[in-house]
């Protein structure tokens, strides 16, 4: 697999790596929607069930985009991943080609705040409308513990008496 991945795609193919049984494949952000296509499409791959689309908040790396892809006929996995930039991240949908991309694309939208170019309709999944930032980014200040102190904290005018 992975000869056949570099033969099409160079060095645009950043990485590959078995995990755990699963091949994973770094691609380069500007061919990502191309790989996705090229493993559903090629015979010896037919990678045609979109299994899930996340983030991964690698801090000052930026976001990092996880799609993992399986075979309904040769029974196998391959994991995508792509960098987007840490501030204002963008990646290409893939709704177009995975209709189960819609859902996951948006919900990594809401939660890490990738902008999905292409996706068409790109509204709020999970989220309130009025809910401000993005829950699973590192940056994400935890409302309950800013809002009051933590309650293990020792009470220090319990502690004078």
């Known amino acids: 697999m992975e000869r056949r991945i570099r033969a099409h795609f160079g060095r645009d193919m950043e990485g590959f790596e078995d ?3 699963h091949a ?34 690698r801090s000052e790396a930026g976001i990092e985009i996880v799609t993992h892809l399986y075979s309904t006929h040769h029974g196998h996995h391959v994991r995508m991943k792509v960098s987007c930039a840490a501030q204002d991240p963008t990646c290409p949908t893939l709704s177009d080609i995975y209709a189960g991309a819609d859902w996951h694309e948006r919900e990594t939208a809401e939660m890490f705040g990738v902008a999905f170019q292409g996706h068409p309709h790109p509204v709020k999944l999970l989220l309130a409308e009025g809910f401000e930032g993005h829950p699973l980014r590192k940056d994400f200040g935890l409302m309950s513990r800013e809002a009051k102190p933590w309650p293990g904290a020792a009470d220090t005018e319990e502690e004078a008496e």
């Open 24 to 57: 994973v494949v770094r691609i380069a952000a500007g061919r990502y929607r191309e790989l996705a296509v090229f493993l559903r499409d090629e015979p010896d791959f037919t990678l045609d069930f979109l299994e899930f689309v996340t983030g991964v908040d």
């Open 19 to 21: 995990q755990h049984g």
